[in-house]
């Protein structure tokens, strides 16, 4: 197998690619067995399926560049 040469994006690709991940992160359900973890998300402004484990991360929880501080201020701990 040939690997492919590298390959450099420049800014406007490299936010494209981030905006459109975004999109998919926002729209798509994330499966969280922790009830605790569940409720820090909610607290944190997540949309969480109240008959499951199934949480929906709102745009502001999505835009992860180490921990939001949404989730800070929600309680965020090691353990979720």
Do not use: F
């Not at 998919?24 to 359900?29: D, N, R, S, T």
């Not at 502001?60 to 353990?79: C, F, K």
């Amino acid at each position: 197998m040939k690997l492919s040469e590298p390959m450099a994006l420049d800014q406007a690709e490299m936010e494209s690619i981030h905006a459109q991940s975004l999109r998919i992160l926002v729209a798509a359900e994330v499966r969280v067995e922790g009830p605790e973890c569940r409720d820090l998300l909610a607290r944190a402004g997540a949309r969480v399926d109240p008959d499951g484990e199934k949480v929906y991360l709102a745009r502001q929880l999505s835009n992860i560049s180490g921990r939001p501080a949404a989730l800070l201020s929600a309680g965020w701990t090691r353990e979720c």
